[in-house]
């Protein structure tokens, strides 16, 4: 049911669960505990379609490395970024949740099989596609992995009937969080504002914080300012551990033997290192993106290998003669970045017009992450090279000491994680195993902000997979406490 904003403090003394956020987490949420007969309250800052009065809140300031301007990097009204994403998703590999070699603060304080029962369920909700099972490249330290590309689930329409009519689901808009108060280790009520500058109270037995992964970490900032360090009282990382998908295009590939990695039969081919390779290369997860290029784009390249490399050049000349398929192929990446204390989500000086200081987003490449993505192409070109499948041509940039990425291009994937990430002890990070506030019974986030760290798939699937565990939990939570 879509209730009117003057009227959300009349609904909110019989709310079960408070849900702040209504993209890819909130909706998930909502929409299964209000099916479990839970009384669930959804509230969205925006509005039912885009408008600039609440994509405005997103404007903010980004120091260090070049980035996408935090105005365009997310959507913020009804459904999220639900609304434009392409659908691309995968599970984070096992070995995403262990303390990697090179980087031990990679370690989440799960497993990944903690997730793994919920694969299914977030796969009806995203309308993914059933994908064949990675595997590996022969002898290359390379695995040959898969996406469920494109079909991607608008949330907002899907669930549109459910938003609109369930008895146990009441969905307010224009209801901007700006304040949270606290006694005795709990949340009381939530204090929210609409863009007239009305504002209502609202009371619930549970708080679910799901507003993104900069909005998640502004809000706390700024409510536990507001709160006097009450409600997050070790702060140290709050906001911090902020993390992103680097992306870009990484270099060109001839095959002479395409079907070894598959390019024959298919025109995207998605590769990574194996686990052993993350440890002997001492680097982090990563994702090789194989486009197969056009006919005369690929003998474009073999025209340039032959200038280069003379003889080599001659033995591809006689191999398409004598009708030997040789395929070119365009190399993109995106690959997992180092979580570091450094990166983070700050309060800027200038308000946003709720009131709100406006996000300041510190975002730093470190030499793991260059080491990543130079290692992961070396891997893939020795194999090439010593096997005599193909040959490698590096972008030049990642032949530069130190790396220096390119500015144009995808720059990154617009996937904000980290900020409130997962931990096992308060001072290591902003919420428990089971995503609470350390210092709040009452008070949780869902999204990518409480990742650990980041792997190299999209977050979409882990962030509804979180979200429906935290689903499980509360009801458990809920039917125990009746």
């Not at 440890?279 to 025209?303: F, K, P, V």
């Not at 720059?411 to 990070?429: F, Q, V, Y």
């Amino acid at each position: 049911m879509i209730i009117d904003f003057n009227d959300i403090s009349e609904h909110s003394d019989a709310v079960d669960v408070c849900i702040i956020g209504a993209g890819a987490a909130g909706i998930t949420m909502a929409v299964t505990l209000a099916e479990r007969g839970h009384r669930v309250l959804l509230c969205e800052g925006g509005d039912a379609d885009y408008s600039e009065r609440s994509q405005d809140c997103y404007r903010g300031e980004s120091v260090g490395d070049p980035y996408i301007p935090l105005y365009g990097a997310r959507l913020r009204f009804l459904g999220g970024s639900t609304n434009h994403w392409g659908g691309v998703c995968r599970p984070l590999d096992r070995y995403d949740f262990s303390a990697k070699e090179a980087a031990p603060e990679t370690a989440w304080p799960i497993e990944r099989s903690a997730l793994s029962p919920y694969y299914r369920a977030a796969a009806s909700v995203l309308d993914l596609v059933t994908t064949p099972q990675d595997h590996l490249v022969n002898d290359s330290g390379l695995k040959r992995i898969y996406f469920s590309l494109g079909n991607p689930a608008r949330l907002k329409d899907k669930y549109a009937a459910t938003l609109s009519a369930s008895n146990t689901l009441k969905c307010c808009l224009t209801a901007n969080l700006v304040a949270l108060e606290t006694e005795h280790g709990n949340i009381t009520s939530a204090t929210f504002k609409n863009y007239q500058g009305d504002y209502r109270q609202v009371r619930a037995r549970y708080f679910v914080l799901a507003c993104g992964g900069i909005e998640n970490s502004r809000l706390l900032l700024w409510c536990n300012r507001q709160a006097n360090g009450a409600l997050i009282p070790d702060a140290d990382t709050l906001g911090r551990y902020w993390m992103e998908h680097p992306h870009a295009t990484v270099g060109k590939a001839l095959l002479f033997k395409p079907e070894e990695l598959g390019l024959a039969e298919d025109y995207n081919v998605f590769l990574s290192p194996t686990a052993a390779s993350l440890e002997s290369r001492q680097i982090l997860n990563c994702g090789l993106r194989l486009h197969r290029m056009n006919a005369d784009a690929t003998q474009e390249l073999i025209d340039e290998l032959a200038d280069q490399a003379p003889t080599l050049g001659g033995r591809l000349r006689v191999w398409q003669a004598q009708g030997q398929v040789i395929h070119g192929a365009v190399m993109r990446a995106a690959w997992e970045q180092q979580p570091r204390y450094d990166n983070r989500i700050e309060l800027g000086d200038e308000l946003d017009a709720l009131g709100i200081p406006r996000s300041r987003l510190v975002w730093q490449q470190s030499e793991l992450d260059h080491r990543t993505i130079r290692e992961s192409m070396l891997l893939l070109g020795e194999y090439l090279r010593d096997n005599n499948l193909g040959r490698l041509q590096m972008a030049e940039w990642l032949a530069e000491t130190p790396v220096t990425l390119p500015t144009e291009g995808e720059l990154a994937g617009r996937h904000h994680m980290g900020g409130t990430r997962m931990s096992n002890e308060p001072k290591d990070g902003i919420v428990n195993s089971d995503c609470r506030l350390f210092a709040q019974d009452n008070a949780y986030i869902a999204g990518s902000s409480v990742f650990a760290s980041a792997g190299h798939a999209n977050p979409t699937l882990t962030i509804v997979q979180l979200a429906l565990r935290l689903c499980d939990h509360l009801t458990q939570r809920l039917t125990e406490n009746t």
